[in-house]
């Protein structure tokens, strides 16, 4: 698995070719990969499995907790995770041309802290479980699941910080001096689509209704609302054009499945307000036949761009189409 090239707390974002170091230049990749296990030991049952990677789950926890590269630490004062590197972009929001990150998300990024708050809640239930059965030092495991109970008490206070009332929706980002990222993004949307989800039933409804309004198109989510000054509506022009419009406005297929997510979470009787028809229709007929591309333009009729197939993009209408 990914856990075995942990390093520092991290999992590396890219394999290069053989003979090269992995990339470890991602803070939400080893989130992923706990979210990721949490969701196999649910469909599973498999305890023997999490007693062979709990190891690395508390290497995780442990590298944190104490800080690691790129200034990633835990905010002793609100329980978040926090980020500060000039000249990187650590979330799935990544491109950066002549050393200036094109989407800056340092500092506190509001779907990192989520699926922070979420690793928390599991990290407790494994904890938790593995004391029960005996594998392992039973009284410290349970000792570590109240802490990590605790401190996930404490992030889901603390993710209110990202709450904007006037809008209705969660800030993005929470700088370094603690200013507000008020660009409505799909990061929401993830945020929502976790296991474990720190927001109000309330909250949740008001989000994806704004979501589904700025953001939903027949093809995914937009990564940036059309009204927003930074804006772009097609990916087009030259490598850096097209770098500089991939997460400011490019649809991602990948992101209707986080939204499926969210939205059945917060309207269980309520319709989807989607049609798959638009991307079934791509699937069978447009651009590599048989797949989803990798992208589309924000602006309609919103032309296929990027790569012609892209697995997340497939994975995630395979995972919800129904």
């Known amino acids: 698995t990914f856990g075995r090239y942990c390093r520092h707390g991290l999992i590396p974002n ?38 062979e990677q709990f190891p690395v789950v508390q290497q995780i926890y442990k590298a944190f907790m104490g800080g690691t590269r790129y200034n990633i630490q835990i905010d002793a004062t609100d329980g978040l995770v926090s980020w500060d590197a000039p000249g990187v972009a650590l979330t799935w ?26 690793a928390l809640c599991w990290m407790s239930q494994w904890a938790e479980r593995l004391s029960q059965l005996e594998l392992g030092d039973s009284a410290r495991l349970a000792k570590q699941a109240q802490r990590y ?10 993710l209110q910080k990202f709450w904007n009332p006037q809008i209705g929706y969660l800030y993005d980002t929470i700088d370094p001096d603690d200013g507000r990222n008020s660009q409505i993004r799909p990061n929401a949307v993830l945020a929502l689509s976790l296991h474990h989800c720190g927001f109000s ?24 609302d059309p009204a ?32 499926v997510r969210a939205w059945q979470r917060a309207y269980p009787e309520k319709p989807l307000p989607f049609d798959w028809q ?16 990798e992208i589309f333009d924000g602006d309609s009729p919103h032309a296929p761009k990027g790569a012609i197939a892209q697995a997340w993009s497939v994975s995630e209408v395979i995972r919800h189409y129904q």
């Open 14 to 51: 890219v394999f290069p070719d053989v003979g090269e170091e992995p990339a470890y230049n991602s803070i939400d990749a080893v989130l992923w990969w706990i979210e990721t296990l949490g969701l196999y030991l649910e469909a599973t049952q498999d305890w023997q499995f999490l007693a």
């Open 93 to 118: 929001m990544d491109v950066v041309i002549e050393g200036q990150p094109i989407t800056p998300r340092n500092g506190k990024a509001v779907e990192i802290n989520a699926l922070w708050y979420s």
């Open 149 to 158: 109970s605790q401190q996930a008490q404490q992030v889901t206070a603390s």
């Open 201 to 224: 039933e309330q909250q949740r409804r008001a989000i994806v209704d704004l979501a589904a309004s700025r953001l939903l198109t027949p093809y995914g989510l937009r990564s940036l």
């Open 228 to 259: 927003d000054p930074d804006y772009i509506g097609k990916y087009t022009g030259d490598s850096q054009q097209r770098d500089r419009s991939y997460h400011q406005g490019t649809v991602w297929a990948w992101l209707i499945g986080p939204f």
């Open 278 to 293: 638009p991307l079934l229709d791509h699937f069978l007929n447009d651009a590599c036949i048989h797949s989803i591309s």
